[in-house]
Nanobody, 123 residues
Framework: QVQLVESGGGLVQTGGSLRLSCAAS????????MAWIRQAPGKEREFVAA????????DYEDSVKGRFAISRNNAKNTVFLQMNSLKPEDTGVYYC????????????????WGQGTQATVSS
């Protein structure tokens, strides 16, 4: 099992920044890909960004490219999401997730999930 705990959400104005953190524990050696996935009110969960646990490959959802950056600190088993130039449409609950099998941008393939952290961007 892998346990994931997010932190760093909050309320910011349009154009502001937030930095989310995700601390992983347990069988971290089994992780293949880590991702941030968000869910806006009344909408389905949406892929935001992913990073391979060992190789450092990254991918982003088109609407966040150039504004968000995913990174990791393997020594501390932590993944980060730096979110800049935030927009109201970025509002939602941000989940950290781990995939133990493959590289994927499909939220349905992720095995482990954190409890989520709320990010709210006011206009």
């Amino acid at each position: 099992q892998v346990q994931l705990v997010e932190s760093g959400g909050g309320l910011v104005q349009t154009g502001g920044s937030l930095r989310l953190s995700c601390a992983a524990s347990g069988r971290t050696w089994s992780i293949y890909t880590m991702a941030w996935i968000r869910q806006a009110p009344g909408k389905e969960r949406e892929f935001v960004a992913a990073i391979s646990w060992n190789g450092g490959d990254t991918d982003y959802e088109d609407s966040v490219k150039g504004r968000f950056a995913i990174s990791r600190n393997n020594a501390k088993n932590t993944v980060f999401l730096q979110m800049n130039s935030l927009k109201p449409e970025d509002t939602g609950v941000y989940y950290c997730a781990a995939n133990s099998m493959t590289w994927s941008v499909n939220p349905a393939t992720y095995d482990y999930w954190g409890q989520g952290t709320q990010a709210t961007v006011s206009s």
